[in-house]
């Protein structure tokens, strides 16, 4: 177990510390909690562009974490709308022999699995994580109050103007 344990925040990260293929497992959930709190397209596209280093030599697994990580990225990327990294384009990303998630139902799986994970060897159906919201970016606290402390000296400029013209008319109706 690592010292100071953190969640992976990138598609890279997933694979740092990796020892077997259960780990691998562990660093993939705990991913799709952090790309929950993804918000927009632009940040998830920063958090894939970096090449995982591969597994498949590590872990003995005829590749089947490095097919896995890099069909859910292209998944992801296309259900987003999005291009994949052209890191998970690479043939060495490819299962030596196909994997089933359960295979007492592999025919389930063989027919539902999305394509991005038969065309690797994986028969699975994903986890959809992410939901992208309409609407605008979420912005930092600080970011608010330089925009409300902007607003609020226009409103007082506004204020000054209104008053330095009453007291205009005030100086030429008593005159």
């Not at 740092?16 to 927009?40: A, C, I, M, P, Y």
């Not at 296309?78 to 060495?92: C, F, M, N, V």
């Amino acid at each position: 177990m690592r010292e100071e344990w953190k969640r992976p925040r990138t598609a890279a990260e997933v694979c740092s510390g990796v020892d077997s293929s259960e780990t691998f497992g562990r660093n993939l959930r705990d991913w799709q909690h952090e790309l929950r709190k993804v918000t927009s397209r632009p940040q998830f596209a920063r958090l894939v562009s970096d090449p995982p280093p591969l597994l498949r030599d590590q872990l003995k697994d005829g590749g089947q974490c490095d097919a896995y990580l890099s069909a859910y990225v292209e998944w992801l990327s296309d259900r987003l709308g999005i291009h994949a990294p052209k890191w998970t384009l690479e043939t060495s990303r490819v299962s030596n022999r196909p994997w089933f998630d359960h295979p007492p139902l592999w025919v389930q799986s063989f027919v539902n699995a999305p394509a991005s994970f038969r065309r690797r060897g994986v028969f699975t159906i994903p986890d959809n994580v992410m939901q992208i919201r309409r609407g605008r970016p979420p912005v930092s606290n600080a970011q608010k109050r330089r925009k409300n402390a902007e607003r609020q000296r226009r409103h007082r400029e506004r204020v000054k103007a209104k008053l330095a013209k009453l007291n205009a008319i005030e100086a030429s109706g008593s005159g």
